[in-house]
């Protein structure tokens, strides 16, 4: 493919390559050329330079903050954070559980949240998978019964990614059990970890490494008003998540290749990418089943993005 740059765009390539030349801190660029872990405030800083810059949600709609790039403006941006080897936004705030309160959260939700997703402010992690529900995540058994007003959540997560560093988690939990497809009763739950009865346990990978997590709750009270969309019915929550973490979106230009890579995960430091493409994995357990084949599109979040395509290995175009 030959790329042609307007005028216009000459001058966004030459602005954001100087910001990667300027801004982009020294101790943080040595981190990442050495390959070796970012430290969690290390990446916070970096995403917080991003936000002061206004270039942090390069996805988000306009009037929540985001850039309004165009695809050629994301195509730049992409190439010269290639360039310079920076450091890819840790997904679960910013890709994953943001487009699902932007889309389906309340008004209250979107105050209260988006800001300090967007500013970094906050470190999420995603609670789907559970001892006994993986790729088959209807089967999931973390229970979330409604007490007045407030959730009381009990249960077991697993394979959290970077758990230990998370202020919050965003959780598929059942809310009814009386239901004729297992695929139904399961909502959308957005749960502060310092609530009481929360613990987080380490799993120990191969490489002795801590990146993932078991998390339990045990009578965790959760307010009624952090569910997002509606109980019972978060499939489309799900999935929009699931979606926006999917391999489909330009984020990085390898100058070596001259490729772009169509990922969008934790980055290569925190080793996600059977992560990312299980997840989506998981999210097609909650389709409706071939007798009720409509296809469930994710308004907003991923307009031309079905799951199917999401689970398909990760396109790359040459420029
Ligand atoms: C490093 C890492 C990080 C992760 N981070 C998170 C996270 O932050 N949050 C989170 O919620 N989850 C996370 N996960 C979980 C992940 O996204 C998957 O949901 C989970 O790994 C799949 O479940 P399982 O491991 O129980 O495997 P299973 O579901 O038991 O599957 C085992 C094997 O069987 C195959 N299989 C399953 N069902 C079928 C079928 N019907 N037909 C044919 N083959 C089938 C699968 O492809 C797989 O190879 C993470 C996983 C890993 C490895």
């Given at each position: 493919?030959?790329?042609?740059?307007?005028?216009?765009?000459?001058?966004?390539?030459?602005?954001?390559?100087?910001?990667?030349?300027?801004?982009?801190?020294?101790?943080?660029?040595?981190?990442?050329?050495?390959?070796?872990?970012?430290?969690?405030?290390?990446?916070?800083?970096?995403?917080?330079?991003l936000?002061?810059k206004?270039?942090?949600?390069?996805?988000?709609?306009?009037?929540?903050?985001?850039?309004?790039?165009?695809?050629?403006?994301?195509?730049?941006?992409?190439?010269?954070?290639?360039?310079?080897?920076?450091?890819?936004?840790?997904?679960?705030?910013?890709?994953?559980?943001?487009?699902?309160?932007?889309?389906?959260?309340?008004?209250?939700?979107?105050?209260?949240?988006?800001?300090?997703?967007?500013?970094?402010?906050?470190?999420?992690?995603q609670?789907?998978?559970?001892?006994?529900?993986?790729?088959?995540?209807a089967?999931?058994?973390?229970?979330?019964?409604?007490?007045?007003?407030?959730?009381?959540?009990?249960?077991?997560?697993?394979?959290?990614?970077?758990?230990?560093?998370?202020?919050?988690?965003?959780?598929?939990?059942?809310?009814?059990?009386?239901?004729?497809?297992?695929?139904?009763?399961?909502?959308?739950?957005?749960?502060?970890?310092?609530?009481?009865?929360?613990?987080?346990?380490?799993?120990?990978?191969?490489?002795?490494?801590?990146?993932?997590?078991?998390?339990?709750?045990?009578?965790?009270?959760?307010?009624?008003?952090?569910?997002?969309g509606?109980?019972?019915?978060?499939g489309?929550?799900?999935?929009?998540?699931?979606?926006?973490?999917?391999?489909?979106?330009p984020?990085?230009?390898?100058?070596?290749t001259?490729?772009?890579?169509?990922?969008?995960?934790?980055q290569?430091?925190?080793?996600?990418?059977?992560?990312?493409?299980?997840?989506?994995?998981?999210?097609?357990s909650?389709?409706?089943?071939?007798?009720?084949?409509?296809?469930?599109?994710?308004?907003?979040?991923?307009?031309?993005?079905?799951?199917?395509?999401?689970?398909?290995?990760a396109?790359?175009?040459?420029?």
């Amino acid at each position: 493919m030959h790329v042609t740059f307007s005028a216009r765009e000459l001058e966004f390539q030459e602005e954001v390559r100087t910001f990667f030349r300027d801004e982009y801190p020294d101790d943080i660029r040595k981190v990442m050329d050495s390959g070796e872990e970012m430290p969690p405030d290390m990446q916070i800083r970096w995403q917080q330079i991003l936000y002061r810059k206004g270039w942090a949600a390069t996805n988000w709609p306009v009037e929540y903050g985001g850039t309004g790039w165009s695809p050629v403006e994301k195509y730049i941006y992409a190439r010269e954070e290639g360039h310079a080897n920076a450091p890819l936004f840790i997904p679960f705030g910013m890709t994953m559980v943001a487009p699902v309160v932007y889309t389906y959260g309340s008004e209250e939700q979107k105050q209260r949240f988006l800001p300090d997703i967007l500013a970094s402010n906050v470190w999420w992690c995603q609670g789907y998978s559970e001892p006994g529900a993986g790729s088959d995540l209807a089967s999931l058994k973390t229970r979330a019964d409604l007490v007045g007003d407030h959730y009381v959540v009990n249960g077991t997560k697993t394979w959290l990614t970077l758990g230990q560093h998370a202020d919050w988690i965003f959780c598929l939990v059942r809310t009814n059990t009386d239901v004729a497809r297992r695929q139904e009763g399961i909502s959308f739950l957005l749960i502060d970890m310092k609530t009481p009865g929360i613990s987080v346990k380490p799993i120990i990978l191969l490489d002795g490494k801590h990146e993932v997590n078991e998390i339990h709750f045990d009578n965790v009270e959760v307010p009624a008003n952090n569910l997002v969309g509606e109980e019972g019915k978060a499939g489309p929550t799900a999935r929009c998540s699931c979606s926006m973490s999917a391999p489909t979106q330009p984020t990085r230009f390898d100058p070596n290749t001259a490729q772009i890579n169509f990922v969008s995960r934790p980055q290569n430091q925190y080793a996600a990418r059977r992560r990312s493409k299980t997840t989506a994995t998981s999210c097609a357990s909650l389709r409706p089943s071939k007798s009720n084949s409509r296809v469930l599109s994710t308004p907003n979040c991923a307009r031309s993005q079905r799951l199917p395509r999401a689970m398909r290995p990760a396109p790359s175009h040459r420029s």
